[in-house]
C-alpha cells in the first residue's frame, strides 16, 4: 500500500462549480497534512495545511481531515481557469522520521 | 515570506561531467531537503539535513552527495552525470517545527545528454 494516495486525474471542472480532491494515507501516526498546488513547469506551492480532524477554511479553498479515516480533501469554491494545476497531497510523519511523504498528484482541469 | 533560490532554472550537461547544483534559503530554516521530480514517479527524495554539516540519505540517493556547510547553503552533486539523472531538481527548506510545511525554490531542470 502507497504511503499517500491520490487520483491521478484528470478530474474536469466546470468553472463555477466545487472541485473536490481527495486523498488517503496509510500511516496511522501521521500528524500534519499538506496541499500544494503546482502548476506545469513550476515548483510546488503550499496552499493549505490542516492538523486537526475537521474543516479549515481559506480563501476558497476547504481542507478537510478524518483522522479515523485516514482521509484528507481540498475543496476549491467557485473554480477558476487558473485553479487548473496538479494538486499535492502531503503528510507528515511527525513521531516517526519527520519527513513529509508526497502522493504523485490530481490533475485538476477547469473548463471555461 | 521564505525565499528559495536555486541557482539555475536549466542546465545542459555532458555524461560523465560533475554537476553541481545550489540551494539557498534566507529564513535560517534548520531542514533543507533535494528532491527530483520525473512524470508518473512524483516527488522523490534525494537527500536532506538537519542542520550544518548534517546530512541524511532518501529514498534514491545513488549517484548523489550533498554539501551543507553554512546554513543557509544546501548543495546537490551529480558525481558523474548520466542520461538517467536527466530530471527536474527541486530543493526545499523548512523550518525545525515539525508541522510545518515546506518552501520549495523554483527548481532546476537538468538535462544530460
Known amino acids: 500500500q502507497k504511503e499517500v494516495e491520490q487520483n491521478s486525474g484528470p478530474l474536469s471542472v466546470p468553472e463555477g462549480a466545487i472541485a473536490s480532491l481527495n486523498c488517503t494515507y496509510s500511516?496511522?501516526?501521521?500528524?500534519?497534512f499538506f496541499w500544494y498546488r503546482q502548476y506545469s513547469g513550476k515548483s510546488p506551492e503550499l496552499i493549505m495545511s490542516i492538523y486537526s480532524n475537521g474543516d479549515k477554511e481559506d480563501g476558497r479553498f476547504t481542507a478537510q481531515l478524518n483522522k479515523a479515516s485516514q482521509y484528507v480533501s481540498l475543496l476549491i469554491r467557485d473554480s477558476q481557469p487558473s485553479d487548473s494545476a496538479t494538486y499535492l497531497c502531503a503528510v507528515n510523519r511527525v513521531n516517526r522520521d519527520d519527513k513529509i511523504i508526497f502522493g504523485k498528484g490530481t490533475r485538476l482541469h477547469i473548463l471555461p | 515570506d521564505v525565499k528559495v533560490t536555486q541557482s539555475s532554472r536549466y542546465l545542459v550537461k555532458r555524461t560523465g561531467e560533475k554537476v553541481f547544483l545550489e540551494c539557498v534559503q534566507d529564513?535560517?530554516?534548520?531542514?533543507m531537503f533535494w528532491y527530483r521530480q520525473d512524470p508518473g514517479l512524483g516527488l522523490r527524495l534525494i537527500y536532506f539535513?538537519?542542520?550544518?554539516?548534517?546530512?541524511e540519505k532518501g529514498d534514491i540517493p545513488e549517484g548523489y552527495s550533498v554539501s551543507r556547510e553554512k546554513k543557509e547553503r544546501f548543495s546537490l552533486i551529480l558525481e558523474s552525470a548520466s542520461t538517467n539523472q536527466t530530471s527536474m531538481y527541486l530543493c526545499?527548506?523548512?523550518?525545525?517545527?515539525?508541522?510545518?510545511?515546506?518552501?520549495f525554490g523554483s527548481g532546476t531542470r537538468l538535462t544530460v545528454v
Open positions: 539535513s538537519y542542520d550544518v554539516k548534517m546530512k
Open positions: 526545499a527548506s523548512r523550518a525545525g517545527q515539525a508541522h510545518y510545511g515546506y518552501t
Open positions: 529564513m535560517d530554516h534548520e531542514n
Open positions: 500511516d496511522r501516526v501521521s500528524q500534519s
